[in-house]
C-alpha cells in the first residue's frame, strides 16, 4: 500500500525543517563556540599584551637599575662619600627581585630562557665591575678605582646588557605580532560565518553580525593600542644621549640616531653612504675588508674596544669623543656600531684641575713659603728679642703655616701620582744610607716627643730608585713611628738585603693598629680614629704617597701589627745586584707578568734553568711599575690578569719611551685568539700552556735574538734620509750607512749585516744590483727590505722581505719593520 503525495511531501519537509532546524541549532551552537573563542582569545590576546608590555618594562627596569647602580657607585668613586652608595644599594636589591619576575616570564616566552640566563650572566659581570670600583675606593682611594672605571669592563658590560635587552625585546615584539596576525586570521573566519548565517537567517544573522561588528571594532581598538605601544618603545630606545652610528662591511654610514645629528649638525640624508672618517678619525688605513683594518687599528672588536679619538662637526669644528666600538654580524656581512659621547666637558674639567693645581703650586705655596719664612726668622730673633706671649703666639702661627705648607705639598704629590706626572730620577743608592739620612731628619721631630730613633747595623743594601723619594716615604714612616709612641720610647730601624729584595723595617711601640683600620690605613686622609687629627696632628695623605712611591720603585709598602704591642712597617724595593751575582753569560733579567703565583713559580724555576733571573708582578699595574725601573732584558706577560687585559698592557709599555724596545714574550691557554689581537704588536714569540722546558728554552733563545742588536746597512744616496732613518732605528740596531752601491758592496764584504735597507736608484747603478752580494756565511740570504721612492713587487728576490714606498710608509713603520725582521733569525754579528 502506497503513502500518499502530501503525507509524503509533509514528511519530507518535516525532515528537511527538521534538518533544517538541526543545522541551524548547529550553526548557531558553532556560531556561539566560534564567537566564545574569539572572546576568550581576545581577553586571553589582551593580558598577553599586558603582560608582554610588562615584560618588556620589566626589562627595562633592569637596565635603568644597572644604570641607577652606576650611577651611584660613580659618584662614590668620584667624592668618596658613601651617601653615593645608597642609590647603589637599593639598586642592587631591587634588581635581584626584578631578575627572578623576569625569569619567571621569560619562561612562558620560547626563547627567552636564554636570554634571561645570558643577561643574569652579563648583569653579574657588571656588578662585578661596580663592586670592583667600590672595593678599589674604599681599599686603594681614588687611584686605583678610577683606573677600574676607565678599563673599560663596566662599559663593555653595559653594551652587552643593551644588546641582550633589544634582543629580548625584539623577542617579545615578534610573539605578540605572532598572535596578533592568529587573532586577525580567526577574526576573518568569524565574520565570513556571521555572514553566511545572515543569508541563512535574517535574526540570527543580525545579531551575529552586530556582535561580529562589535568585536571587530574591539580587535581594531586592540590593534592600535599594540602600535601605540610600539611606537612608544621605539621613542625610549631613539632618545640615547650618546650618538649612535652603524657602519656597513665597507666603512660607510648606514643610520644615525638624533642624538647623532645633533652632535655632529648632519641630517639624515646628509650621511647616507658617507665615510665615517667625515665624523670621527677613525684611522682604518690597509688592505682586507673594513672591520679587518679597524680591529688592527683600535683593538680587537669582538669584545668591543673605547677609545678617545676626534670627532669633526659639519662646521669643521673638532672636539673630543669617547667612541666604543662593537661589530655587529649580520647576514649582510660583518657592521660595526659606534657609539660616540661628546668628552668636551669633561676635557674642561680636566683643564681646570690642571689650572687649580698650578695656582696651588704657585699662588699659595709662594706666599706661604714667605710667611713662613718670615715667622721663623722671628721666632728665631731675627727682628730682636720678643717678648713671651708674642714669642708664644709667632711660635703657634710658624707652626701651623709649616703645617699648612705640608698639606698643600701633600696634595700636590697626590695629584702627581694620580696624573702620572711623578718623575722619578733613578740612581744607585744605598738603602741604609736613606735611613741614616731619614733619621737626621727626623731627630728633632722625635726629640720634642721623647721618643728616640735608632738604626740596628748591618750591611749596605743596595738599591736603585730616587733618593728624595725614598727619604720622603722613610721620613713618613718615622715621624707616624714616633708621633705613636710612647714618651721615653724607641723607634728602631732596620735595613738588610735579602735574596732579592732590599727591606727597611720600623719598629715601634705605639698602641698598634685597630683591626678596623687597617684596610683603610693606605687610602687618602685615612685616621684610624677622628680625634687622631686633631691629637696627633697630619693630613692622612702620608701613607698613601708613600705607598704609591714604593710601587713606583717597584717595591711595595706593607705592615705587621697587633693591638697593643706597636706595629712594624715593611719597605720593600729590588735589590741591585752586583754584575758578579747576577745570571750567567747568556743570561739576564726577566719580567714575569702572571698573577697565578704557582705558575709564576714553575715559570721561574724553567728560567732559572736557562741562566735568568726573574722578577714577578701580578698584575697589569704592578708590572708597568717594575718595568719603567729599567734593568729587565724581556717580559713573559699572561693575557688573563685581574687588573688588566695582557694585549693592552703590551700597548701601554710600546706607549712608553722607557719600554718601547722590551722584547715581550707572551704566555697564555689561548694563544690563537691572542695572536689575531695582537698582531701589530712585535711580539717575539707566543707560549701556548702548558709547556715544557724545551718550550721555555725555544722562547729563551728569540729573547736571546731580540737582546742582541742586530748589524743594519742602509744603502741611500740622500744623507738627509740616513741620518733620520739611523736616528729611528737608534734604539733597535746599529745602521752603517752607505751612499753608492760600490760602498755598500765594500761594506758588505768587511762585514756581513744582518739586515739591509735597500733603496732602488743609486748614482752607479741599481740597487737591486747589489741582491746576489747579500748571502751570509752559511748561504743564506740576508733579509732585504726596499725602501724607495719607486715602486716594485716583492716577489722580484727570494731576499726582499718587505717593500715600503717612502711617500706612503712613516719611519715609525720602517723601524717597525726592522725590528720585526730582525727578529726572526739569530744575529750573525757577534
Known amino acids: 500500500m502506497s503513502t500518499p503525495p502530501r503525507q509524503t511531501g509533509a514528511r519530507r519537509f518535516r525532515v528537511a525543517a527538521l534538518l533544517s532546524a538541526a543545522l541551524v541549532a548547529m550553526l548557531l551552537a558553532l556560531t556561539g563556540f566560534e564567537l566564545y573563542r574569539e572572546f576568550r582569545s581576545a581577553a586571553a590576546l589582551r593580558a598577553q599584551v599586558e603582560d608582554s608590555y610588562e615584560t618588556r618594562s620589566r626589562i627595562q627596569g633592569v637596565f635603568s637599575l644597572l644604570q641607577d647602580a652606576e650611577t651611584g657607585q660613580r659618584g662614590y668613586v668620584i667624592t668618596g662619600d658613601e651617601r653615593y652608595l645608597e642609590p647603589y644599594s637599593r639598586a642592587i636589591v631591587a634588581l635581584d627581585a626584578e631578575l627572578v619576575d623576569l625569569g619567571r616570564r621569560a619562561a612562558v616566552t620560547p626563547g627567552q630562557d636564554r636570554n634571561h640566563a645570558d643577561l643574569t650572566t652579563l648583569v653579574r659581570r657588571k656588578r662585578q665591575t661596580l663592586e670592583a670600583g667600590i672595593d678599589a675606593r674604599a681599599q686603594d682611594g681614588a687611584a686605583a678605582a678610577a683606573a677600574v672605571v676607565s678599563s673599560g669592563a663596566g662599559k663593555a658590560a653595559m653594551d652587552d646588557i643593551r644588546v641582550v635587552i633589544d634582543r629580548m625585546i625584539a623577542r617579545e615584539r615578534a610573539e605578540l605580532n605572532a598572535l596578533s596576525a592568529e587573532a586577525a586570521d580567526r577574526t576573518g573566519r568569524t565574520e565570513r560565518l556571521v555572514i553566511l548565517l545572515f543569508v541563512a537567517l535574517v535574526g540570527a544573522a543580525v545579531g551575529g553580525f552586530l556582535f561580529g561588528w562589535r568585536y571587530a571594532m574591539t580587535r581594531e581598538r586592540l590593534a592600535r593600542r599594540i602600535q601605540a605601544t610600539a611606537a612608544r618603545q621605539q621613542a625610549i630606545f631613539d632618545s640615547a644621549i650618546d650618538a649612535i652610528v652603524t657602519l656597513n662591511p665597507s666603512?660607510?654610514?648606514?643610520?644615525?640616531?638624533?642624538a647623532g645629528q645633533a652632535m655632529f649638525g648632519y641630517g639624515p640624508a646628509e650621511l647616507d653612504r658617507r665615510d665615517v672618517a667625515l665624523l670621527i678619525d677613525l684611522a682604518a688605513n690597509g688592505d682586507g675588508p673594513f672591520h679587518v683594518r679597524l680591529g688592527e687599528s683600535q683593538g680587537a672588536l669582538d669584545t668591543g674596544v673605547v677609545r678617545e679619538l676626534t670627532g669633526r662637526r659639519k662646521d669643521g669644528t673638532v672636539f673630543p669623543v669617547d667612541v666604543a666600538l662593537t661589530a655587529m654580524d649580520l647576514p649582510s656581512g660583518r657592521h660595526v656600531v659606534a657609539v660616540i659621547r661628546d668628552i668636551t666637558e669633561r676635557r674642561r674639567v680636566e683643564t681646570m684641575k690642571d689650572a687649580f693645581v698650578s695656582t696651588v703650586s704657585h699662588e699659595l705655596r709662594t706666599p706661604l713659603t714667605s710667611i713662613a719664612g718670615s715667622l721663623g726668622l722671628l721666632a728665631g730673633g731675627a727682628a730682636g728679642a720678643l717678648p713671651d706671649k708674642a714669642a708664644?703666639?709667632?711660635?703657634?702661627?710658624?707652626?701651623?703655616?709649616?703645617r699648612l705648607v705640608r698639606l698643600i705639598n701633600d696634595i700636590l704629590d697626590v695629584e702627581k701620582l694620580e696624573s702620572g706626572n711623578l718623575v722619578l730620577a733613578l740612581t744607585e743608592l744605598d738603602l741604609r744610607e736613606i735611613a741614616r739620612r731619614s733619621i737626621e731628619g727626623v731627630n728633632g721631630y722625635a726629640d720634642q716627643l721623647g721618643v728616640t730613633l735608632s738604626l740596628s747595623p748591618g750591611e749596605a743594601a743596595p738599591v736603585r730608585g730616587d733618593a728624595d723619594r725614598l727619604v720622603q716615604v722613610v721620613t713618613n714612616l718615622l715621624s707616624n713611628a714616633a708621633k705613636f709612641s710612647p714618651r721615653g720610647g724607641t723607634v728602631r730601624v732596620a735595613v738588610n738585603p735579602e735574596t732579592r729584595i732590599a727591606r727597611l723595617s720600623v719598629v715601634d711601640q705605639g698602641p698598634g693598629i685597630p683591626e678596623s683600620f687597617r684596610s683603610r690605613?693606605?687610602?687618602?686622609?685615612?685616621?684610624?680614629?677622628?680625634?687622631?687629627?686633631?691629637?696627633?696632628g697630619g693630613t692622612g695623605l702620608g701613607l698613601a704617597i708613600a705607598k704609591e712611591i714604593a710601587e713606583r720603585h717597584g717595591g711595595r709598602l706593607w705592615f705587621e701589627s697587633a693591638e697593643g704591642e706597636g706595629a712594624t712597617f715593611h719597605l720593600d724595593l729590588p735589590l741591585a745586584l752586583e754584575d758578579g751575582q747576577k745570571a750567567a753569560p747568556g743570561g739576564g733579567r726577566l719580567l714575569i707578568v702572571e698573577d697565578d703565583p704557582d705558575a709564576a713559580k714553575v715559570l721561574q724555576d724553567m728560567l732559572a734553568l736557562e741562566g735568568f733571573t726573574s722578577?714577578?708582578?701580578?698584575?697589569?699595574r704592578q708590572a708597568l711599575s717594575l718595568a719603567r725601573t729599567g734593568g729587565y732584558d724581556a717580559a713573559l706577560v699572561d693575557l688573563q690578569l685581574p687588573d688588566a687585559d695582557g694585549i693592552g698592557l703590551i700597548r701601554s709599555l710600546r706607549a712608553r719611551p722607557e719600554t718601547r724596545a722590551l722584547p715581550v714574550v707572551v704566555v697564555s691557554g689561548d694563544v690563537g685568539r691572542g695572536m689575531a689581537r695582537g698582531r701589530s704588536l712585535e711580539v717575539i714569540d707566543w707560549m701556548e700552556k702548558p709547556f715544557d722546558q724545551s718550550r721555555v728554552h725555544s722562547a729563551v733563545e728569540a729573547i736571546s735574538r731580540a737582546g742582541s742588536r742586530p748589524r743594519v746597512l742602509h744603502v741611500d744616496d740622500d744623507r738627509d734620509i740616513l741620518d733620520v732613518t739611523r736616528a729611528a732605528l737608534s734604539d733597535t740596531a746599529d745602521v752603517v750607512p752607505a751612499e753608492t752601491l760600490e760602498a755598500a758592496r765594500r761594506l758588505v764584504a768587511e762585514n756581513r749585516p744582518d739586515l739591509v735597507i735597500l733603496d732602488l736608484g743609486l748614482p752607479d747603478g741599481s740597487g737591486l744590483d747589489l741582491l746576489p752580494d747579500l748571502v751570509d756565511a752559511t748561504g743564506q740570504s740576508i733579509p732585504v727590505v726596499?725602501?724607495?721612492?719607486?715602486?716594485?713587487?716583492?716577489?722580484?728576490?727570494?731576499?726582499?722581505?718587505?717593500?715600503?714606498?717612502?711617500?706612503r710608509m712613516s719611519l715609525t713603520q720602517l723601524a717597525r719593520t726592522v725590528r720585526t725582521l730582525s727578529r726572526k733569525s739569530p744575529a750573525s754579528r757577534p
Request: charged share 20%; hydrophobic share 40%; aromatic share 4%.
Open 786 to 807: 726596499v725602501y724607495s721612492a719607486q715602486e716594485m713587487d716583492a716577489t722580484t728576490a727570494p731576499a726582499i722581505e718587505a717593500v715600503l714606498t717612502k711617500s
Open 521 to 536: 690605613i693606605f687610602g687618602k686622609f685615612a685616621q684610624a680614629d677622628e680625634t687622631d687629627t686633631r691629637a696627633k
Open 615 to 620: 722578577d714577578v708582578a701580578s698584575s697589569g
Open 392 to 402: 708664644r703666639l709667632i711660635g703657634i702661627a710658624h707652626s701651623n703655616s709649616q
Open 251 to 258: 666603512g660607510s654610514i648606514e643610520t644615525v640616531n638624533r
